[in-house]
């Protein structure tokens, strides 16, 4: 018996890429899908366009919440699926056929991933992200960085516990670690299962946001081991700039 997916898009006052990512959804060929939109109470349009394919979604919320993760909470406890997918607005499902190649690629893991394909605000496409999805993955590969996007990750939602709202811009880290420590089956797809528009709200607050990634990597791996991962992740980011800067001359 194939899985139900609950496929959660969070959406403020975005009117020009909410139907884009809402037609990546639901035009896919896997049959199974439960599509949850949670709006926080949008006033230039974005509603009226979500409305216009009510008859395909299982679930509209439209009201003012307490930021993107209280948002994602909202999407939590209203999804039934037997797994739980966020593909916030402005994003995508990298094809038509990626959510039935993704269950296809095993049977019953507790967690499926895959790489990210970035997006300029052109909607050009800008490669593979920084960070490539591991060959393997576990609660502790995000050590150097967080190789596996929000938006490339299946998870069974069994295992999901609600984000912790102390968290601002990077409760999507602590909470994919969480389920990863309660998995023991989590398979790579080895297939690009998303597009991400670069420029979200960690990108906008970067420095907040690494503050707080320091914060939830310390209390994962502890404060010394942390410290050096982080030498590890400058000396990785100074040697992809040099060989980004002779690949452009």
Known sequence: MQPLLSVITIVYNNV?????TMRSVLNQTY?????????????????????????????????RDKGIYDAMNKGLALATGDYVLFMNSGDEIYAPDTVEQVFSSAPNADIYYGETEMYNQNWESL???????????????FKYGMNVSHQAIYI??????????QYHYSADIDWIIRAARKSSTIINTRLYVAKYLV?????????ASLKERFHIFTK???????????VVIALNLG?????HRRTND
């Open 239 to 243: 040697k992809y700039f040099v060989k």
């Open 156 to 165: 069974k939602r069994s295992l999901c516990s609600p984000y912790d709202l």
């Open 199 to 207: 420029g979200g709200v960690s990108k906008q607050k970067h420095l």
């Open 16 to 20: 020009s890429d909410i139907e884009r």
């Open 31 to 63: 049959p199974h899908i439960e599509y949850i939109l949670i709006d926080g109470a949008s006033n230039d349009g974005t509603l009226e366009v979500i409305n216009r394919y009510k008859n395909e979604l299982a679930v509209v919320v439209s009201e």
């Open 127 to 141: 490669g593979q992200r920084r960070h490539q999805a591991p060959e393997n993955f576990n609660w502790k590969s």
């Open 220 to 230: 994962y791996y502890g404060l010394i081991p942390n410290l050096i991962n982080h």
